[in-house]
């Protein structure tokens, strides 16, 4: 194992991108706290969109810093590869088979234990914007978070991790964990069982996300694609608000 600057950036990315949520709604509610609001911290959770993307925008942006230090490009992650196209559509076709019930039980069934229904846990995340930042994160939400998130954990730190580590496994337990936890600051709220919902709705889904991408990386265009595609639907629920 290295001990050179570069080695310790897999780990510090791990949290990194939970830090930048709540340090760019800390700077929103202190925006609103300047301009008088009574109630500052809640006013900026209404705002976390815009917190993601401006976080998205740190990470797109340390990615290609980091990717060029070691003589790789970031915007190659998403290329596809032509000569397994037809092999890896077929696997997509099972993953998207079997990631339903993965990523909506988890969180249908805790929202129902903490909050006794699944609206209220809902009410607190989805919430009221101005219609013309509810129509901006329709294109500027999803389209950040595809290109960060799965590239942040799955692409650089889980690989980098499992080579440093010599636990391959334990890398992907780590990066499922994190981009799991990153939820709870989305938005960050002193609600315990707001907290307790975000990390563990999107853990399984996460877990399975790490050993698709453990077994076939080359699979990632294609999931940064669905994944956009499933954010561009959390974000059209902000034009209901």
């Given at each position: ?7 310790h ?8 991108r ?16 300047l301009?008088g609001s009574?109630a500052a911290w809640?006013?900026?959770?209404n705002?976390w969109p815009?917190?993601v ?11 290609v810093r ?27 076709l099972?993953?998207l ?5 993965i ?18 846990a ?13 129509y ?14 799965l590239?942040t954990y799955?692409?650089?730190?889980m690989?980098?991790?499992a080579?440093r ?10 990066a ?6 990153q ?6 709220l002193?609600d315990l ?5 975000r ?11 790490g050993?698709v991408?453990r077994?076939?990386p ?12 499933m954010d561009?639907?959390t ?7």
């Amino acid at each position: 194992m290295t001990n050179s600057p570069a080695s310790h950036w897999p780990w510090l990315m791990l949290p990194l991108r939970t830090v930048l949520f709540a340090a760019f709604q800390a700077l929103f509610a202190l925006g609103f706290l300047l301009a008088g609001s009574a109630a500052a911290w809640n006013a900026s959770a209404n705002w976390w969109p815009f917190t993601v993307t401006a976080a998205n925008l740190v990470c797109i942006a340390l990615l290609v810093r980091l990717y060029h230090r070691e003589g790789k490009h970031y915007w190659d992650l998403f290329r596809f590869q032509r000569e397994t196209v037809k092999s890896d559509l077929l696997a997509l076709l099972g993953i998207l088979i079997i990631s339903g019930p993965i990523a909506f039980l988890p969180n249908f069934l805790a929202a129902n234990w903490l909050f006794g229904d699944q609206q209220t846990a809902l009410d607190l995340f989805i919430r009221p914007l101005p219609a013309w930042a509810a129509y901006a994160s329709l294109v500027i939400f999803p389209v950040t978070i595809a290109l960060a998130e799965l590239p942040t954990y799955f692409a650089y730190v889980m690989p980098r991790l499992a080579e440093r580590s010599g636990r391959p496994w334990l890398a992907v337990l780590l990066a499922a964990f994190f981009l799991s936890a990153q939820h709870i600051a989305l938005p960050l709220l002193p609600d315990l069982r707001f907290i307790l919902w975000r990390l563990v709705m999107f853990f399984p889904f996460a877990l399975m996300l790490g050993i698709v991408l453990r077994w076939r990386p080359r699979l990632l265009p294609y999931l940064v694609i669905i994944h956009g595609l499933m954010d561009l639907g959390t974000a059209a629920m902000l034009l209901s608000r």
